[in-house]
């Protein structure tokens, strides 16, 4: 729930009149925080790294709600649901923001991204920080660069070591048209799906498979659903921790700084379990049954995504692609 100043006002002087009379204390503003996977997930580690620094610094004022597993409607609604004021507080993926937000559809062109340090040093410098402001202008508040890593390919056709392995597959992707336009470029079959129906998708056939970071395929444990997983890192994935303009105007100066801090917590702490994924998580899905394909033909991929490009500079600031490429 939402609090105007006056009624933190109110709720404060209730707090110290409580205090003298020795009442009990007035129960913390309870914000609802939103995400696609579960609390074990990035996105969890996020979650709880936010909620772990924003209750510390406010002294407990504040209490953060979790609803993981998009248990508050896939991402499409809960942006709909931080524009409206109904949800606090998301960690989203930027093929979600892209449609209220399209700049930020520049993060996910496919071989962008040299590797990680490149893409953390681009959203820690100043293209990261201009884009985080876009979000104002689409009823949204973008607080810190959480992330997801570099997304892969799943399934359970055949193992995929080359672009022409990849032909004719039927792969779930987001409602990503960068995505979609590489896909088809490749000769892969993208079928746009929302989170949530991917598991029944995968277990009925609809699908052949999909393409999430290491991060995701483990957390989500796709090993149980598909056989092969293959190492193209064709695009990076950012995520985003965003709050509701409601929220974030009802704050005093001091928690708003207090809840960018969260934010960057948040991100830290997603950067860390994707560190440690990419360290353990072939060798965790090797032993959970997944035949993992670590020598994939990446050069071929990006000259089969080359031909995109020219549609991608219509669409996104050709300097910018090119100041994001040069970023040391």
């Not at 660069?145 to 032909?167: C, I, M, Y």
Request: aromatic share 8%; charged share 20%.
């Amino acid at each position: 729930m939402i609090r105007t100043p006056w009624m933190r006002s109110l709720l404060a002087a209730a707090c110290v009149a409580g205090a003298a009379f020795s009442q009990p204390a007035v129960a913390a503003d309870s914000l609802k925080m939103a995400y696609a996977l579960s609390a074990n997930s990035h996105y969890g580690a996020g979650g709880k790294a936010f909620a772990e620094s924003f209750e510390k610094n406010t002294d407990g004022r504040f209490a953060i709600e979790q609803f993981g597993n998009s248990a508050l409607g896939g991402e499409r609604e809960v942006i709909e649901g931080l524009q409206l004021g109904t949800i606090d507080l998301a960690i989203l993926s930027t093929g979600a923001t892209l449609n209220f937000v399209p700049a930020t559809g520049v993060f996910d062109i496919p071989f962008l991204m040299r590797d990680l340090d490149h893409a953390r040093a681009v959203l820690d410098g100043q293209i990261g920080t201009d884009m985080l402001g876009e979000f104002s202008k689409r009823g949204l508040v973008g607080l810190a660069w959480g992330e997801q890593g570099f997304r892969h390919l799943t399934n359970s056709v055949r193992p995929v070591r080359t672009p022409e392995d990849a032909k004719n597959l039927k792969i779930r992707t987001t409602e990503n048209p960068i995505h979609i336009a590489a896909f088809r470029a490749i000769g892969i079959l993208p079928t746009p799906m929302a989170w949530p129906e991917v598991a029944t998708a995968l277990q009925q056939g609809t699908i052949d498979g999909q393409e999430n970071p290491l991060s995701v395929i483990v957390s989500a444990k796709l090993s149980q659903l598909q056989k092969y997983a293959s190492l193209t890192g064709h695009v990076y994935a950012p995520a985003v921790i965003v709050a509701s303009p409601d929220l974030f105007d009802s704050l005093s100066d001091e928690d708003k700084q207090k809840l960018i801090e969260a934010g960057q917590a948040a991100g830290a702490a997603m950067r860390a379990y994707v560190d440690d994924v990419e360290k353990n998580g072939v060798a965790q899905l090797q032993a959970e049954g997944m035949e993992v394909v670590t020598d994939v033909d990446r050069e071929a991929f990006a000259a089969a995504v080359e031909t995109v490009y020219p549609e991608y500079y219509k669409k996104f600031d050709k300097q910018l692609i090119d100041s994001i490429r040069a970023v040391q």
